[in-house]
């Protein structure tokens, strides 16, 4: 199954490692990714941030809040920023509870208090959850399967599955699970793209454009059983950023003429 979105995909990537990734300073790449995901991701959740506004954020800090932006989605985006900072120079560690944790305090380190008066950053839910139009179900018994999707992650990813595939199904049942207060879509995109940055391969960035398609597959997990509209969606998300980013690229390099 997806050997055709595989094949496009890798074909794509090979391209796109050589035109664009491996062009870059190492740094600055990576700032480029951490801006642009952060600004997305955050935005899904109602974050207002543009790209930008967080652009801004990572490179002036708390001292410069942009104009019309509240101190509480500032403060959200300087967390996510430390959750990726977190992530990407913590790429040797396995991935198990203690990295999902760790990721999901430093998501909400600085919010929670306020969103959920009593509840412990990187602690696991003590009550029923509910977000949008779901009802997730009892708190006790999905948090008790979180330790068996972590470790047949791992053992996916030993056994040299598909580095995207791996991540769309680990994030697909962990959104199932919701397993904390908040945070938890953020803290799911973080560490599907953990999966990816310790594979080598780009972040999978969700524009907050696709936002009802990414809800969309998301309840197909629940409805009909199967993560597949998920797994589609993760590859038509990363094949359509490589492509756009190619054609900037190309389109960037020809000739101007000024007069």
């Avoid at 760790?102 to 990187?122: I, Q, S």
Wanted: proline share 3%; hydrophobic share 40%; charged share 25%.
């Amino acid at each position: 199954m997806f050997e055709k979105e595989i094949a496009r995909y890798e074909d794509l990537r090979q391209r796109y490692d050589e035109k664009i990734v491996r062009r870059m300073n190492s740094q600055d790449w990576r700032e480029y990714n951490e801006i642009l995901f952060s600004a997305h991701s955050c935005a899904i959740e109602g974050n207002s941030f543009t790209v930008d506004d967080t652009r801004i954020l990572r490179e002036q800090g708390m001292a410069m809040v942009p104009v019309g932006r509240s101190l509480l989605e500032c403060t959200e985006m300087a967390d996510h920023f430390r959750a990726f900072d977190y992530l990407a120079s913590h790429l040797q560690s396995p991935f198990d509870e203690t990295l999902l944790k760790e990721t999901n305090r430093l998501v909400v380190e600085h919010t929670l208090a306020y969103r959920c008066p009593g509840a412990v950053a990187g602690d696991y839910t003590t009550e029923d959850m509910a977000a949008g139009d779901t009802i997730f179900g009892d708190h006790k018994q999905l948090i008790a399967r979180v330790p068996s999707l972590m470790a047949s992650t791992e053992r996916a990813l030993s056994d040299g599955q598909h580095p995207l595939v791996v991540a769309a199904r680990w994030h697909g049942y962990y959104e199932y699970l919701h397993p904390f207060r908040d945070g938890n879509g953020r803290t799911g995109r973080l560490l599907s793209n953990f999966i990816l940055m310790r594979a080598g391969h780009p972040l999978l960035i969700i524009d907050v454009n696709d936002r009802p398609a990414y809800i969309s597959a998301l309840r197909l997990i629940r409805s009909e059983g199967t993560d597949e509209h998920l797994v589609a969606f993760f590859f038509q998300t990363a094949i359509s950023r490589m492509e756009s980013e190619l054609t900037q690229k190309q389109q960037n390099s020809r000739p101007v003429f000024f007069f």
